[in-house]
């Protein structure tokens, strides 16, 4: 585990809100029953339980999302996730959350991700890289701090990228709103929109300006999530093409529950990557496999939820065998109270794998990631200079 926690990794399935810490929940549950909002006894041991169904999963977003609605709290576990992820040598995160709005309190899906964002920059005790231009491949893995007395001490660096999550609850409309945040909000083309003669030119404009935006923020990419017994996968197909034709890529939730057609439409769609992928059988199985699609596996959090029964029939260890492509990702560290470095440790022990493996296991995530060739680069020196720290 010591070892796990030393190496590089790069985590590519952690959800925002799912990744919130234990005592943080506690903490706001506890203030929020002080206001009368809810009743802290009752879910105090919901929050302490740490064997959870699937239903009791989303029993327990639901009370996350009751104490995590402004947008202070919002940059708050925005800034402690990644300091969390950060003390144990992530070193590129592709952090995941849905937008969300709620008019009493002024929040829009836009806000929401603004308070993400600030939660981004308010962090001190690690270097975040979170913007395109924060490239700096001079110094890929540490950057210096000058204290008051003019001590100089390395500073771990983090590079963080955002995916928008589209809720399995959310109508086609609200998904199109998550892909389109920036566009929908945007005043600055508001004149365009009164004159028809730049209709044409204020379509194209605008998709070319979502997709510079959405960059600017250090969002590259859209995810499908949610409760995977609810909704239809035509609801959401409309925006997740459209952020597709746009160049984001996408990642989705796929064969969480036993649904083999809409497996084989995901698969159809051909998505950059796919999230867990417990029941795929059959000509599914082998279509994956097939289109090399690489698989976030988040192994604690599939024998939680009951998704898998044990280890020993847990299917990384088949797609492991034939080469696939795998990242090994936490899901949601607070929820199902692990880490990346207990994931990783948990695949060693679990599928005999010794350090050579779990090091290429984590260096091979490089390759699957959202972001451009130039934080590969960057990353593939971090996991370098880490090979010739050892040496
Ligand atoms: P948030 O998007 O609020 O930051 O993170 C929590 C949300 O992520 C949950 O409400 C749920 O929509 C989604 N989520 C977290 N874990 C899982 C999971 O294991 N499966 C699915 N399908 N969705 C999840």
């Known amino acids: 585990m010591e070892w796990c926690q030393s190496i590089p990794k790069v985590e590519l399935h952690a959800h925002l809100n799912g990744s919130i810490r234990d005592s943080t929940l506690l903490e706001l549950a506890r203030d929020l029953g002080e206001t009368g909002v809810l009743v802290f006894s009752d879910f105090e041991h919901v929050i302490l339980k740490s064997d959870r169904s699937l239903v009791e999963v989303f029993k327990l977003f639901d009370l996350i999302h009751m104490v995590t609605t402004d947008h202070t709290t919002i940059s708050r576990i925005t800034r402690e996730v990644i300091e969390d992820f950060a003390s144990e040598n992530v070193v590129y995160i592709e952090l995941r959350t849905t937008p969300k709005k709620n008019k009493l309190i002024g929040m829009s899906k836009r806000s929401y991700m603004e308070a993400v964002v600030e939660g981004l920059k308010s962090i001190n005790s690690v270097d975040v890289?979170?913007?395109p231009h924060d490239v700096d491949t001079h110094s890929p893995l540490n950057s210096l701090s000058i204290d008051n007395n003019c001590n100089v001490t390395p500073r771990k660096r983090i590079y963080v990228r955002l995916l928008l999550s589209i809720d399995r609850r959310e109508t086609t409309e609200d998904a199109m709103e998550t892909v389109c945040w920036q566009l929908k909000l945007d005043l600055k083309f508001a004149p365009l929109i009164m004159d028809g003669m730049f209709t044409f030119f204020l379509h194209c404009s605008l998709q070319v300006k979502l997709a510079l935006e959405l960059k600017d923020v250090g969002v590259v990419g859209i995810d499908l999530s949610g409760n995977p017994i609810v909704g239809e996968w035509t609801t959401f197909w409309p925006a997740l093409q459209f952020a597709k034709e746009n160049g984001l890529a996408i990642t989705l939730h796929c064969g969480e529950v036993p649904n083999p057609k809409e497996i084989q439409a995901m698969l159809d769609f051909w998505p950059q990557r796919i999230g867990h992928a417990c029941f795929?059988?059959?000509?599914?199985?082998?279509?994956?496999?097939?289109?090399?699609?690489?698989?976030?596996?988040?192994?604690?959090?599939?024998?939680?939820?009951n998704s898998i029964s044990s280890l020993?029939?847990?299917?990384?260890?088949?797609?492991?065998?034939?080469?696939?492509?795998l990242v090994i990702c936490t899901d949601d560290s607070g929820v199902f109270s692990t880490s990346v470095s207990k994931e990783y440790s948990l695949a060693a022990s679990a599928f005999g794998l010794g350090k050579k493996e779990i090091f290429q296991l984590a260096r091979d995530a490089i390759e699957f990631i959202f972001a451009d060739n130039e934080i590969k680069k960057i990353l593939n020196q971090v996991f370098d200079s880490y090979v010739t720290n050892l040496a």
């Open 129 to 131: 890289a979170f913007m």
């Open 280 to 305: 795929f059988e059959g000509d599914n199985w082998e279509k994956l496999k097939h289109l090399n699609i690489p698989v976030e596996i988040c192994l604690t959090s599939n024998i939680r939820t």
């Open 312 to 325: 020993d029939v847990h299917h990384f260890a088949d797609l492991y065998k034939v080469n696939h492509p």
